[in-house]
């Protein structure tokens, strides 16, 4: 099946500092979607990518999917409290269905 | 903003016993998902339904497993006799096309004692 790694598993970082996670597959990839899960939490949609070499902004974060559509990174700039979270990547089959493969996640914790 | 909602929130059931999970997906979606996530790891597909059928499952998605949407609201998953390994976080999930992002549920933890 779909292998999709991220890296690194955890990361702590002082409020304020930035923090980036990096996603990797072996594959080519139709798209990528990466989901917020709170503590606790559900996944939550942030953002699609699609084109080679894009870049989306929301905010403080920022998105980007690789030239050959087989990595991305969210980065996040000036990081706060309400950004503790596990971060994933997803993607979905090259093979029509609709099913996620999410990556291992990084897990961001914040020291005030 | 409309949700997912799932309910219960919390299963403890007996091993070998059934249980069924249940999710009421956003109203003008057509894609429904089953995903569960055992403690601090990562989310895993189970399976996908769309227009009344399964379209795709995993491996974990065994004949202990199914689904089904009795109605015009409510979809469910069901696990036939459970396993100690079964206990996780069921998530539910919808979304309104192909490739478009998928909206979860709060889940379902499931505990197998």
């Known amino acids: 099946g779909q292998q999709v790694m991220q890296i690194p598993q955890y990361q702590h970082v002082q409020e304020g500092e930035d923090f980036t996670t990096y996603c990797n597959s072996s594959?080519?990839?139709?798209?990528i979607q990466w989901y917020k899960q709170r503590p606790g939490g559900h996944p939550v949609f942030l953002i699609q990518l699609v084109k080679s070499g894009e870049v989306k902004k929301q905010k403080r974060l920022t998105f980007q999917f690789g030239e050959a559509k087989k990595n991305s990174s969210l980065h996040i700039t000036a990081t706060q409290t309400t950004d503790v979270g596990t971060y994933f990547c997803?993607?979905?089959?090259?093979?029509?269905?609709?099913?996620?493969?999410f990556g291992t996640g990084t897990r961001l914790t914040i020291i005030p | 903003e409309p949700e997912v909602t799932q309910t219960p929130s919390h299963q403890v059931t007996q091993m070998g016993q059934e249980v069924i999970l249940r999710c009421v997906p956003i109203?003008?979606?057509?894609?429904f998902y089953w995903y569960r996530q055992i403690l601090g790891q990562k989310v895993e597909f189970l399976v996908s339904f769309y227009n009344n059928e399964i379209s795709e499952k995993s491996e974990i998605f065994d004949d202990q497993f199914s689904v089904e949407r009795p109605d015009g609201s409510n979809f469910t998953l069901k696990i036939r006799s459970t396993k100690l390994e079964d206990s996780a976080m069921y998530f539910c999930?919808?979304?309104?096309?192909?490739?478009?992002?998928?909206?979860f549920g709060d889940g379902t933890r499931l505990s197998i004692l």
């Open positions: 997803a993607v979905i089959s090259n093979f029509g269905n609709e099913k996620l493969t």
């Open positions: 109203s003008n979606h057509l894609y």
């Open positions: 999930a919808s979304s309104d096309g192909r490739r478009q992002p998928q909206h």
């Open positions: 594959t080519t990839l139709s798209n």
